[in-house]
């Protein structure tokens, strides 16, 4: 039970980050005006995005009575940040096979997705919230203790705080059918649940390859 109390409190941690984060984005992109972004900023502003949710994410595994750190709860939260910023990439490898499809001979640069740096900025996240188990004072900064109180607050608002819970509720029950895929796949090779891509519905077959429901004379 610890374990799933865990998942659900980083569910709505990383909701509500979220949330504050699209706000700065969003006055980011009003004082930018029309001015087309480019690729360095875009991975600039994710790199000093995740940085910071792995500063703030430490916050919350430190004992909020003693400042403890509890090792168990360290590991279990890495992992689940690790996962979190891959389906992140996912979503992005996602959303550019979709606009590739959709407008042919697009660069990805173009569409704002670049593999390396995406990899780039995770392994920084990721990195810096280990560096944190080993020197836990430099995670108190200013900035990361204004995001992890103005987290707490929101929680604490009864109406809005009830949404970020409902969907910590949902990342709970994702992180479960990942785990059990992710079991399932240990032991036979294949995952429980497997998802198919959209894609393949545009892709051409081989003539001479047989269709799933043509009958064999």
Request: aromatic share 18%.
């Amino acid at each position: 039970m610890e374990l799933f109390s865990i998942i659900f409190r980083l569910g709505v941690v990383f909701a509500i980050f979220g949330f504050i984060w699209g706000l700065i984005e969003l006055a980011l992109t009003l004082l930018r005006g029309g001015r087309p972004v480019q690729i360095f900023e875009i991975y600039f502003l994710k790199g000093i995005k995740y940085l910071l949710l792995a500063d703030v994410t430490f916050l919350f595994c430190l004992d909020r009575s003693n400042n403890e750190l509890s090792y168990y709860n360290l590991g279990v939260t890495a992992i689940i940040l690790l996962v979190y910023f891959i389906g992140n990439l996912q979503k992005q490898q996602n959303k550019q096979l979709l606009k590739s499809f959709l407008a042919k001979n697009v660069e990805s640069s173009e569409i704002g997705f670049n593999l390396k740096s995406e990899i780039f900025v995770i392994g920084l996240g990721i990195g810096l919230f280990c560096t944190f188990a080993f020197l836990p004072d430099i995670s108190k900064n200013p900035l990361s203790i204004w995001f992890h109180e103005s987290i707490l607050d929101i929680e604490d608002t009864p109406i809005i705080g009830l949404i970020f819970k409902i969907i910590g509720f949902f990342f709970l029950i994702s992180m479960i059918f990942k785990m059990i895929n992710g079991f399932f796949y240990l032991l036979s090779g294949k995952p429980f649940v497997r998802a198919s891509s959209s894609f393949n519905t545009f892709t051409k077959k081989d003539k001479d390859e047989f269709d799933d429901y043509e009958e064999l004379n």
